[in-house]
């Protein structure tokens, strides 16, 4: 397998954070996140621990993936799943909103609209390290004048950075659809909706780790599954077609919103 040829870099992908023969692969991970403020100022907001189920689907020159994805936030210290958090620095109560992001999807091919398809790679020894970061900033769902609580900006700016590690030797091995893969996840994006701390100047830091559980979904913790099943049982799997726009905690919050004001 060429690294560096669009065909086995995409299979190569495809391998590592999900499975060529379309079969559902979860991708856990567990960490924190922190307020980031002017002057250099940090502090730790919560623990998170959750999962991306996928299927990725291969198509005509790639593949479709299709995912969906539940994230929980954890008090920093007991990582215990929060119901309500207090602000820190207005001292208001509010009630804690999950990531149930539905559905999280992509499309991958071999050429794609900037060129030949590519993900960044490095070589650790026998280990490959897929890298990709992706820069966002698109008009907000929940702009200023609607939600002045909710949103800092009517432009919404972040990034996403992942790492995808695995053994070259896996990649290598044309019996195998999907390789057991290392997470990792940063994110730096604005205070959350839910946070109603849209007048503070500071942004979020995510970071988290994670694996490709052997089992799959079955082989997640307990509480996670428990949740899951008592919520939201569909995202025990993955989709099984394509579907957009793609969910984000931005226009999940719209919709809980829009909800409530209607109820």
Request: aromatic letters at 12%; proline letters at 8%.
């Amino acid at each position: 397998m060429n690294l560096d040829v669009p065909a086995d870099n995409l299979r190569a992908l495809i391998k590592a954070r999900a499975s060529t023969d379309g079969s559902d692969v979860v991708n856990w991970f567990a960490g924190d996140v922190h307020a980031w403020e002017p002057g250099g100022t940090h502090t730790h907001l919560f623990g998170l621990e959750g999962y991306n189920i996928a299927r990725a689907n291969e198509v005509d020159g790639g593949f479709d993936l299709l995912t969906r994805e539940a994230v929980f936030y954890l008090d920093p210290r007991t990582r215990e799943v929060l119901d309500r958090w207090t602000n820190p620095w207005t001292g208001e109560e509010v009630e804690v909103v999950h990531i149930w992001n539905d559905p999280v999807n992509m499309r991958f091919r071999e050429q794609m609209p900037w060129g030949p398809f590519h993900t960044p790679y490095f070589r650790m020894g026998d280990d490959v390290l897929f890298k990709m970061d992706v820069f966002l900033a698109y008009p907000s769902p929940l702009p200023r004048a609607e939600f002045p609580h909710n949103s800092q900006d009517d432009l919404y700016q972040a990034v996403e950075m992942f790492g995808f590690a695995c053994a070259r030797a896996d990649l290598d091995n044309d019996a195998l659809a999907s390789v057991p893969t290392r997470v990792s996840w940063t994110r730096i994006a604005p205070w959350l909706p839910w946070m109603r701390n849209a007048d503070r100047s500071g942004q979020l830091v995510y970071h988290a780790e994670g694996n490709k559980p052997a089992g799959g979904y079955a082989d997640l913790p307990a509480w996670i599954r428990e949740h899951v099943e008592a919520t939201k049982p569909e995202y025990a799997t993955a989709p099984t077609s394509w579907s957009e726009p793609n969910e984000t905690s931005w226009t999940y919050f719209r919709k809980l919103a829009q909800a409530s004001a209607s109820s």
